[in-house]
């Protein structure tokens, strides 16, 4: 089976996805949690079938069920989104959840999200910033944006200029436009740190 699933793997990674297909469904219909993702995936975005969200979110879920994170963290999406199902920011948290506990940083940011919005779960910016710092440290570039301004705004945590620049570098690094655009601001603006045009100038063209 392993064998199989490698052969499915290496044409889903070059496009080739009939062949992808061929071999994940029967290995989904046998109950393999990875291969019942990336077959949720192929009816997701309509590759080699004809897109259907309702399968997507079968497979996903019979692959979530199972503990696979990406799954979980896609069937949470589709739960907070309201794709195919009734949108219910919940039953989001807990997918969200179980992901996020597995070091999947999507749905870790996600979480972050939804306790600093209060949604489907009561606001907390305590934990809002440990599930955002959790993201970034693993190099999600959205994430460590956010928990730049995090550290700006002093939403569960002190307020730390220094340390909202280092995230925003971390993310501006990555080329995240939205990154590079703050750090041209603050330094235009001497916002945090020390004014300085050049650099202001530097991180705006980059943005």
Do not use: C
């Amino acid at each position: 089976m392993e064998e199989k699933l490698n052969k499915a793997l290496d044409a889903f990674e070059k496009g080739d996805y009939p062949t992808s297909f061929e071999i994940f469904k029967p290995l989904a219909e046998q109950g393999n949690a990875k291969a019942q993702f990336h077959l949720g995936f192929l009816y997701r975005i309509g590759q080699a079938v004809n897109q259907d969200y309702q399968k997507a979110y079968d497979w996903y879920l019979l692959s979530a069920e199972q503990g696979y994170a990406e799954a979980q963290y896609k069937i949470g999406l589709m739960h907070y989104k309201g794709q195919v199902v009734t949108q219910d920011y919940q039953k989001a948290y807990h997918w969200y959840t179980l992901a996020a506990k597995q070091g999947d940083v999507k749905a870790q940011f996600n979480l972050g999200v939804l306790y600093r919005r209060g949604q489907g779960v009561d606001m907390d910016h305590g934990e809002a910033f440990h599930w955002f710092s959790l993201s970034a440290e693993r190099g999600y570039a959205i994430g460590q944006f956010t928990l730049g301004g995090v550290y700006e705004a002093g939403q569960g945590v002190g307020r730390d200029y220094e340390e909202a620049v280092k995230w925003l570098k971390l993310a501006g690094e990555q080329g995240y436009a939205d990154a590079q655009y703050k750090l041209g601001w603050m330094y235009y603006h001497g916002e945090g740190v020390t004014q300085d045009y050049q650099k202001a100038f530097q991180w705006y063209s980059l943005a």
